[in-house]
C-alpha cells in the first residue's frame, strides 16, 4: 500500500480579521440640554467639559474622564458629558459603565444622535446584533448625515453576511464624509472577503494616509500581506498595530503564526498567550497556540487548546481539522474522520480537510471516496491560486491511477 501523509494544521490568520471603529464624540461646546442650574455654575460644567475634550484629543484619558465628571457633578442633566465620559469607559474596556452612561444622555436627550451610534457599536461588541441595528438606525433617523453610523452599520450588515448592504453602508458614510478612515478600513474588509485584494488594499492604505493611528487598519492590510505571501510587510503592520495599540488582541495572534512559520516558536508562543491573556475567548489564539503545541510534538497541550478553541467556537472549521489530525496521528480514526467531516460541513471550501479525509478513506480501503475527495481538494486549490498545492494532489491521484 503506497504511503500518504496528512497535510499539516490550519492556522488562522484573517478568519476574524477585525475592522473596529471608535464611538463618534460630541466635541460641540454646547449648552447642556434643559439645565436648571444658575447659569454660573452652568458655565462651570461647560468649562470642564470643554477640558474634557482636549485631554481626550492629548491622549490624556484618565484627565478627560475626571473633567466630564466634574461636569456632570455639577449638571446631572449634561447629555453630552455622559456621552463622552461613556466613550472613555468603552476604551477602559468597562462596558457596563458605558452603558450606563449611553442610557442617561439618550433618557435626557432623547435626539442625541451620537448617543445611539454609541450604544449601538458597544451592543455589536456584546454580540447584540439587533440592538445593535436598531440603534444604528434610530441615530440615521435623527441624523442622516452621522456618516459613522453609516459606517458602523455597514461592518454589522457584514457580519451578518449582507455584502450588498454592506456596501451601500461604507459608500453612503464616504458620500457625506471621505475623510472618514473607519468607513475605507470597513469597506477595504468587505473587498478582502470578497477576494478583491487590490481594491482592499487601496482602501487600507486611504484609511491608513487619513489616520495614520488606525491601528485596526495596519492589522487588517498586514493580514491581506500575509494572504499575499508577503510576511516582511505583514509582520511590519502587525508591529505598528501594536505599537499603536498594545491590547489588539488578534494582532499578537497573527504575529505569533508569523513567527512560528520562520521558526522562532519562543517569540511565537509568548504572542498567543499574550493574545489569550488579553482576549481569554479568541478561539483563534487557542487553535494557533495548539498548532505549535502540534508541532512540538505536546499533543496533550494541542488537544486541549483545540477543544478549548471549539467550546468557545463551535464552528471554528480548521480547529476540527487540526484535533482531526492529531486524532488520526493517535490512531483514532473514527474521532478523525468525525471531525474532518464537521470542518467541511462548516466550511465546504476548505481544502486541506478534503485532502486528509481523502488519505483517511485510502487507508481505510474506501478508494472511490479517496479519490472524490482528492479531486474535489485539487479543484479547490486551482480555484484558490493555490498552485504548489494542487500539484502535490494531483501527485496523490496519480499514484492512486485516477488521473
Known sequence: MKSFALLTTVSLISLSTLATVRPVMALESRQPAETRIAQGNNQDAIGHYNRGVGYIQ??????????????????????????????????????????????????????????????????????????????????????????????????????????????????????????????????????YEQGKPDRALSDYNQALNINPRNANAYYNRGTLYYEQGKPDLALSDFNQALNINPRLALAYSNRGLLYQQQGKPDLALSDYNQAININPRLAEAYNNRGGLYYDQGKADLALSDYNQALNINPRLAPAYYNRGNLYYEQGKADLALSDFNQAININPRLAPAYVNRGVLYYYRLEREKAIRDLRQAAELYRQQGNAAAYEKVMKLLRLLGAV
Open 58 to 191: 492629548q491622549e490624556k484619558y484618565d484627565l478627560a474622564l475626571a473633567e466630564f465628571t466634574k461636569a456632570i457633578n455639577i449638571n446631572p442633566r449634561y447629555a453630552e458629558a455622559y456621552l463622552n465620559r461613556g466613550f472613555l469607559y468603552e476604551q477602559q474596556e468597562k462596558p457596563d459603565l458605558a452603558l450606563s452612561d449611553y442610557n442617561k444622555a439618550i433618557n435626557i436627550n432623547p435626539r442625541l444622535a451620537e448617543a445611539y451610534n454609541n450604544r449601538g457599536f458597544l451592543y455589536g461588541v456584546q454580540g447584540k446584533p439587533d440592538l445593535a441595528l436598531s440603534d444604528y438606525n434610530q441615530a440615521l433617523n435623527i441624523n442622516p448625515r452621522l456618516a459613522l453610523a453609516y459606517s458602523n452599520r455597514g461592518l454589522l450588515y457584514r457580519q451578518q453576511e449582507k455584502p450588498d448592504l454592506a456596501l451601500s453602508d461604507f459608500n453612503q458614510a464616504l458620500n457625506i464624509n471621505p475623510r472618514l478612515a473607519e468607513a475605507y478600513n470597513g469597506r477595504g474588509l468587505l473587498y
